[in-house]
C-alpha cells in the first residue's frame, strides 16, 4: 500500500532550528513534495525533491533519500509566522497522474 | 485572477442535498486536481483534469461524486445526495505540468 508518516506535532523556540521528518512506501517513485499549510488556508508550495541530496531554498531546506525512503525539512532561524501544518506528500508516478500522496501533516508552534 | 479561486467557502447542506463547487484556475494552468481534506488529515486526491479530459478519477469515493471541466478552465465538483462523511474541506489546486502546484482556499463543507 502507499503510506507517507510524519510526526503529529512539534514545537521549537523563535530562532532556533527545526527537522521535520518523513519516511514514505510507495507503489512508485516520482518526486517529493513539501507544502506548508496555515490553518484554514490553501496549501503553499515549498519544495521538490527527485534525486537525493538537500535542496536549499533560503531559510528552507529539503533533503531526500531514495534509497530509504526518507526526507525531512529544515527550517532556520524560527519566525513565529512558521507556525503552521507541514505536509509531505510523494507522487507515485506511473499511470497515476498528478496523484500525490499526502502524509497528515505536522503541526509547527512556534514559541517565542 | 492572481491565485486558484474558490466557491463558496463555506457550504451548510442538510444530508442528501446536492451540491455543486466551483474551482477558477490560474489562467493557462493546464492541468486542475480536487482534494478532499479531512480535520486533522492531509488532503487526499480525488481527480485531475488535463486540459478538458479527466485523466485520473480514482479517487472519487463513490457515484455520487462527479467532476466536470466542460472548456479546460473552471472546474465543478457535484456531490450528490450528500452525506455526513462527505463533510471536509475540498481543495483544487492547478499546475502546468502534472503535479499541483497552487491550492486554492478550499471550500468547506458541512452536511447536517
Known amino acids: 500500500g502507499q503510506n507517507i508518516d510524519q510526526p503529529t506535532e512539534m514545537t521549537a523556540t523563535e530562532g532556533a532550528i527545526v527537522q521535520i521528518n518523513c519516511t514514505y512506501q510507495?507503489?512508485?517513485?516520482?518526486?517529493l513534495f513539501w507544502y506548508q499549510q496555515h490553518a484554514g488556508e490553501a496549501p503553499t508550495f515549498l519544495s521538490y525533491?527527485?534525486?537525493?541530496g538537500l535542496e536549499e531554498k533560503g531559510r528552507f531546506s529539503s533533503f531526500l533519500s531514495r534509497s530509504k525512503g526518507y526526507s525531512y525539512l529544515l527550517l532556520k532561524e524560527l519566525q513565529m509566522k512558521d507556525s503552521a501544518s507541514y505536509l509531505c506528500?510523494?507522487?507515485?508516478?506511473?499511470?497515476?497522474?498528478?496523484?500525490?500522496?499526502f502524509g497528515k501533516g505536522t503541526k509547527l508552534s512556534v514559541k517565542p | 485572477g492572481a491565485g486558484v479561486s474558490q466557491s463558496p467557502r463555506y457550504k451548510v447542506a442538510k444530508r442528501g442535498q446536492d451540491v455543486a463547487l466551483r474551482c477558477d484556475p490560474i489562467?493557462?494552468?493546464?492541468?486542475l486536481f480536487w482534494y478532499q481534506q479531512a480535520l486533522g488529515q492531509g488532503p487526499e486526491f480525488l481527480t485531475y483534469?488535463?486540459?478538458?479530459?479527466?485523466?485520473?478519477k480514482s479517487g472519487l469515493p463513490s457515484d455520487r461524486f462527479f467532476a466536470e471541466r466542460p472548456e479546460g478552465s473552471v472546474s465543478t465538483l457535484k456531490i450528490q445526495r450528500t452525506q455526513q462523511e462527505d463533510s471536509a474541506v475540498y481543495l483544487c489546486?492547478?499546475?502546468?505540468?502534472?503535479?499541483?502546484?497552487?491550492f486554492g482556499d478550499g471550500t468547506r463543507l458541512s452536511i447536517l
Open positions: 483534469f488535463q486540459n478538458e479530459a479527466q485523466l485520473d
Open positions: 489562467s493557462g494552468h493546464v492541468s
Open positions: 525533491n527527485v534525486l537525493d
Open positions: 510507495t507503489s512508485g517513485f516520482n518526486g
Open positions: 489546486a492547478g499546475g502546468l505540468g502534472n503535479q499541483p502546484q497552487h
Open positions: 506528500a510523494v507522487s507515485p508516478g506511473g499511470g497515476s497522474q498528478g496523484n500525490l500522496i
